[in-house]
């Protein structure tokens, strides 16, 4: 826990995953304030600004503005904006659980080492790729290690909480009561020391030798899990915490532990000099810290789309990982699995980078690091990212209305759009409900087959229209508005091609769904057998809407009206009728170019067209019955 005299190591590990959560970084510029503080610009993806203040022996964190730089930029800032402005964040660590952390920054062929040490008198030093110190804010010359030009750079002790043998084996030789070797010798301060014990059910006072190295590893990889994936950063008494332990007592919560930090440390000297700037509009403020949140949100999205497309890119794979560990759990422990494998490592293991036994799941890399339950499909594994999808879009969605009762300037540069991000599904006939959930359609008979045999997990519904000729139709998880699932499987099924206004549609269970006939059955390629008891939907009204989505991100969706209409710029909505569906098209790409201004027509050029407006025509004949602006 951070207290007035600094981060503690456990701090350093939530800053750290807080940053590794922002990459990939850029360095834009390097300031040093005073001899103790730096910051540092730095810029993210779809130009996101952040700024880094270092206070050296002291703190790390993310702040909302900078003090003002001195005008002469001291020489050890011209330094680090030589080698590193422009450079690229490869990667941000710490060792162990030492309060030192690391900037791995590329540019160019040479890759450097920022390290910033947050112990003692604290230090900034710049390295080389083998850690060859090229120069650091402060000259020491220690007993065990120099930090000085050319020497070496080295780090303290090894860390005794990396794996159950080494803490197994820090804890036998330790001479101290338990809760005084975890809180000194590995590093976690008193009250985490405390908070382990408890945890694992274990008296702080006995002898740390007679402790069982497991219980207290486990609790470990639980709190660290806490620090590293779901932090809930508060401000107690008179210490900043990344994780709430202190159930019942009263705290400050903050969304980040970078707000936490910020508010909780007084100002330096060079930050006091700062105040004196023009005080920024209250409305301005607010939005600001709108438009901050907005971003988080969109950020955690991406995040769980990314691992949920992952998941699906190595279908195969995860299939075995999960077949192969779930038939081992059985007559084995998950400490021996992890033994073995780690014994006899092969390219398929060493993707295994974590193992969770109170979870019976393990941590993948394949590309993303991805959580997989071994007792769950890999569907029902993708369905966990699907529901942190839900989630946060309902949170942005607040955040958007709240957002829009603050007055806000008057926009006067011409807009700058961000695409919608390609997803795994799109190359399916795909909407999102009201409430948050994605919902499948195939375009063929080949997209029918696919979607029910690789695709339909079993907290899917499937859902159809009652006549020949439709799609089938996917909802992934749960979603209350079954009437848009059902107006979309209507309207995209033959009923629109024969020029009918409604149609009755009925959703069954997975489980109910089969390829296997009965005898002097046959079952064509994509079409199915539902047995079973069915729920109906009657006399569904055929209706689709097709609009231009241009906040946060900009594209064309199509689906119910009702699922469309509150998440668009503008939009069209269609009828079955008599024009052909190319002419369709053609005719609502420009009705939908005809709401917007004419410099925004130039700048959605590669989202607003007729290709991108036709995978969302339905097929057949249309009428065009309605469109507005939104």
């Not at 660290?224 to 915490?241: D, L, N, T, W, Y």
């Not at 006091?272 to 005080?279: Q, Y």
Request: glycine residues 6%; aromatic residues 8%; proline residues 5%.
């Amino acid at each position: 826990m951070a207290s007035e005299q600094g981060m503690s190591g456990i701090d350093v590990r939530a800053m750290t995953s807080e940053l590794q959560e922002k990459l990939p970084l850029w360095i834009d510029k390097v300031y040093q304030f005073d001899s103790k503080t730096l910051g540092i610009r730095l810029n993210g993806e779809n130009k996101a600004k952040y700024l880094l203040f270092i206070e050296s022996g002291r703190r790390a964190h993310l702040v909302a503005d900078l003090p003002e730089p001195p005008k002469n930029p001291p020489h050890f800032a011209m330094l680090l904006r030589k080698h590193l402005s422009g450079g690229k964040v490869l990667s941000i660590h710490q060792h162990g659980l030492e309060r030192v952390l690391i900037f791995v920054i590329g540019k160019g062929t040479t890759t450097f080492n920022l390290i910033i040490e947050l112990f003692d008198n604290g230090n900034v030093i710049l390295a080389d790729e083998k850690m060859t110190i090229i120069k650091p804010l402060w000259h020491h010359r220690f007993k065990d290690r120099e930090v000085v030009p050319g020497a070496t750079y080295t780090f303290g002790s090894t860390d005794p909480t990396a794996s159950e043998e080494s803490l197994s084996a820090f804890l036998k030789s330790d001479e101290r009561d338990l809760v005084r070797a975890l809180a000194i010798g590995c590093m976690l301060g008193g009250m985490y020391a405390e908070y382990i014990c408890r945890d694992a059910g274990l008296d702080k006072t006995i002898p740390a030798a007679s402790a069982d190295p497991a219980r207290i590893f486990s609790s470990l990889q639980a709190l660290f899990r806490q620090v590293e994936g779901a932090r809930s950063p508060i401000i107690a008494a008179k210490h900043c915490e990344s994780v709430n332990l202190r159930m019942g007592e009263a705290t400050t919560a903050y969304p980040t532990f970078s707000l936490a930090l910020e508010a909780f440390y007084p100002m330096t000297k060079a930050e006091k000099k700062a105040t004196s700037r023009p005080k920024i509009a209250k409305e301005d403020r607010i939005r600001s810290h709108q438009l901050a949140a907005i971003k988080k949100f969109d950020r955690n999205i991406t995040q769980a789309e990314e691992m949920a497309n992952a998941i699906y890119e190595n279908y195969p794979f995860i299939t075995q990982v999960i077949s192969t560990l779930a038939t081992a759990s059985k007559t084995h422990s998950w400490q021996e699995i992890e033994k073995r494998i780690r014994a006899a490592p092969s390219e398929e293991t060493k993707k295994i980078t974590a193992f969770f036994p109170d979870e019976a799941a393990v941590e993948i890399g394949i590309g993303k690091k991805v959580k997989i339950f071994v007792h769950e499909s890999v569907e029902q594994n993708a369905g966990h990212y699907y529901d942190v999808i839900k989630k946060f879009r309902k949170k942005k969605a607040g955040a958007v209305t709240a957002m829009e009762t603050v007055a806000t300037k008057k926009q006067t540069k011409r807009r700058e759009f961000i695409p919608l991000k390609k997803q795994w599904y799109h190359r399916f006939r795909w909407f999102i409900t009201s409430d948050g959930a994605v919902v499948l359609g195939g375009r063929d008979a080949s997209q029918n087959e696919e979607l029910v045999k690789k695709y339909m997990a079993g907290g899917d519904t499937f859902v159809h229209a009652d006549v020949h000729g439709a799609s089938v139709v996917l909802v992934k998880g749960k979603t209350d508005r079954m009437d848009e699932v059902a107006q979309f499987a209507a309207s995209y099924s033959g009923a629109w091609r024969s020029g009918h206004f409604s149609a009755d549609v009925y959703s069954a269970l997975p489980s109910q769904v089969s390829k296997t006939p009965e005898a002097g059955e046959f079952v064509s390629r994509g079409s199915f057998i539902v047995r079973g008891e069915r729920t109906y939907y009657r006399n569904i009204p055929l209706s689709t809407c097709i609009g231009l989505m241009v906040e946060p991100q900009a594209a064309v969706i199509g689906g119910p009206p009702s699922a469309v209409r509150e998440k668009v710029k503008a939009f069209v909505e269609l009828r079955p009728g008599q024009f052909e569906p190319n002419d369709v098209a053609k005719k609502v790409l420009r009705t939908l170019k005809e709401k917007i201004p004419e410099d925004d027509v130039k700048a959605l050029k590669g989202i607003l067209n007729t290709e991108k407006v036709a995978a969302f025509t339905p097929p057949g004949g249309s009428d065009i019955v309605g469109h507005h602006e939104g």
